[in-house]
């Protein structure tokens, strides 16, 4: 089917990509909007996957805080300073710090987390399904895909994005990987929560956070 400039107009205000990428991705999803976005993902990240092995010491350190009782620094790397200059890049650095105030993650990524950690997480997972009466042939089979929902819970990477749950962090830093040319990385980050290991009542706080965000 014909594309259309409003069609190729629409295409790159919901992906950032170019105008000839666009049109291309339309021509070959024949004008599905939401195969043409499919195709732009998948072509960013190869892109990024280009760029992923070129050193990113430039950036930003971003701080969110959340009402005085949740509070977040991190440090997301770019190759150049005229980047981390960026308004695009600021913005992206800005909804990863929202995004660990709201989704309180514990890893950037699934290789961070100790051997050790899995395999109890492992353990606990096997008992809990072994009380639910389920059986031992079926037990190893349910306890990885617990434990790969376990990795998408606490590795930030991992985690549904905040103001898109269709898609994960690791989907948006390629996304804005591939739009801004170059390697970026989300390297370290810190979250304080207001009384954090004492015992008090109950109050969810990033939930809180989500909720807002997302009005």
Known sequence: ????????????????AGMMDCKGALQE????MDKAVEILREKGLAKAAKKSGRIAAEGLVESYIHGGRIGVLVEVNSETDFVAKNE???????????QIAASNPQYIRREEIAEDV????REILRVQALNEGKPEKIVDKMVDGR????????????????????????DLLNEKIAKIGENLSIRRFVRFEVGEGIEKKEENFAEEVAKQINN
């Not at 999803?29 to 599905?32: E, K, L, Y």
């Not at 695009?88 to 710090?97: L, S």
């Not at 434990?147 to 905040?162: D, G, M, N, S, T």
Request: overall charge neutral; proline content about 3%.
């Open 1 to 16: 089917m014909a594309v259309s400039a409003a069609m190729v107009k629409e295409l790159r205000e919901k992906t950032g």
């Open 29 to 32: 999803s024949n004008g599905n």
């Open 118 to 121: 899995i395999n109890k997480e």
């Open 147 to 170: 434990i790969e929902k376990f990795f998408k819970e606490v590795c930030l990477l991992e985690q549904p994005f905040i103001r898109d749950p269709e898609i994960t962090i690791q």
């Open 88 to 98: 695009e890049f600021k913005k992206f650095v800005k909804d990863v710090a929202m």
